[in-house]
């Protein structure tokens, strides 16, 4: 309840500014676009997440991996890369389905998290691929993950 009185305080702290200064209440240029947080909920395109797990000793893991990617229109959620398969096992190539972003634009980063449950990892890059244009970000990763959990970003090329 103290919050909300705190809110409304300053709302009307507002209201009463304007009304002072006599001035519109016009909004500025711009201010009648649609929120950004609205281009959130659309829903995206579908993306193809590929990862490539290096042929070296212990190389494979069974921790939990998870992605984010930064885009010029969005960035997206973080998402775990999980399927039926024994994933990111040494030697693979493993491609993800991914529904639940919005379009991100073009993919300039990502952000790359293991858990601290299952052995250290070594991913050799990520792309993830756009699946209405086709567009797609190359990841270079070539990092080898501790034992404990880690997170660590990575630029893309396009
Ligand atoms: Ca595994
Ligand atoms: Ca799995």
Redesign the pocket.
């Known amino acids: 309840m103290k919050i909300r009185a705190l809110v409304v305080a300053t709302a009307m702290a507002v209201v009463g500014a304007v009304a002072v200064s006599g001035q519109p209440a016009s909004a500025a240029p711009g201010d009648t676009a649609a929120p950004s947080g609205g281009v959130m909920t659309l829903a995206g395109p579908g993306y193809n997440v590929t990862v490539r797990t290096g042929n070296l000793d212990s190389a494979?893991?069974?921790a939990n991996i998870y992605i984010w990617a930064y885009g010029n229109v969005a960035v997206s959620e973080r998402k775990q890369l999980d399927d039926s398969r024994?994933?990111?096992?040494r030697n693979s190539t493993e491609t993800f389905s991914v529904t639940s972003w919005p379009d991100l634009g073009r993919i300039d980063g990502i952000g790359l998290r293991k858990d601290g449950a299952?052995s250290e990892w070594y991913p050799e890059w990520v792309t993830i691929q756009n699946r209405v244009t086709g567009a797609t970000a190359f990841c270079a990763v070539y990092t080898w993950y501790p034992d404990a959990a880690a997170t660590n970003y990575y630029s893309c090329g396009n």
Request: glycine fraction near 24%; hydrophobic fraction near 10%.
């Open positions: 494979g893991t069974d024994d994933n990111f096992e299952g």
